[in-house]
């Protein structure tokens, strides 16, 4: 018996059909080139959007300025400062074993102070404390610990204010205290919770409990 061999078609043998067309490989590539194009935009679009996001500068809103803080800006030791009027005359003395000025509220604080303030009319006020805090001019003083104030009258007798707080307005002669103070006058002595005065217009108004021991002006004196 004879084995007759059965063909095998040219294209299970790997060999092109003759009849078949030739697709050469740079359209095979257009045809792949052409279905993701779009993909491929898209994903360029997203890395351009992204760098440009990462690189573009931010601008930030300004900045207050920060709050100066309660720091002195300079000390003084064993100092005197003198203050004088627009025709050259001595206005206030302020002396001290040591100070220091604060910025943020240009104020000073003393130790151990001493003042020595001429108002408008030559009268003289002599100020002393173990602490004090003065404004910028000088013109205003708190007097801490141990505070007395030493004035004339308008008729040139003394007066004196003593406490553990005074807070003396020197450019307008005014004293005031919020606590217990002593205030005498020759030989007359009132003590008070507190109290306000005005020595331009000679008044004083004590406040809370007032205790006084008053002596009867000398003959002929108004």
């Known amino acids: 018996m004879a084995f007759i061999p059965r063909s095998t078609p040219a294209a299970d043998r790997g060999v092109a059909s003759p009849g078949a067309p030739h697709i050469p490989w740079t359209w095979r590539l257009r045809e792949i080139l052409a279905a ?12 351009s959007t992204w760098w440009l996001v990462k690189n573009t ?20 030791q064993s100092f005197a400062v003198e203050r004088f009027g627009p025709n050259g005359a001595l206005r206030i003395r302020i002396e001290g074993e040591q100070a220091r000025h604060y910025p943020d509220t240009d104020t000073l604080e003393i130790d151990q102070v001493r003042i020595h303030a001429i108002g408008e009319a030559g009268r003289v ?17 708190q007097l801490l610990g141990g505070a007395r104030v030493d004035s004339l009258g308008l008729r040139g007798e003394p007066i004196h204010f003593e406490g553990e707080f005074l807070h003396a307005f020197l450019a307008t002669e005014r004293v005031r205290s919020h606590l217990p103070v002593v205030v005498r006058q020759g030989t007359s002595v009132v003590r008070a919770d507190g109290m306000e005065y005005d020595n ?23």
Do not use: C, I, W
Not at 125 to 141: F, H, K, L, M, Y
Not at 200 to 222: D, E, W, Y
């Open 125 to 141: 006020t002599n100020a002393s404390s173990r602490r004090a805090v003065s404004n910028g001019d000088g013109s205003e003083v």
């Open 57 to 76: 500068p931010t601008f930030l809103p300004p900045r207050e300025a920060p709050l100066p803080r309660h720091e002195p800006d300079y000390t003084m």
């Open 36 to 47: 993701y194009l779009p993909l491929l935009l898209m994903l360029m679009l997203a890395l």
């Open 200 to 222: 331009l217009s000679q008044v004083v108004q004590f406040k809370g409990h007032v205790r006084a021991t008053l002596t009867p002006l000398p003959a002929g004196t108004k």
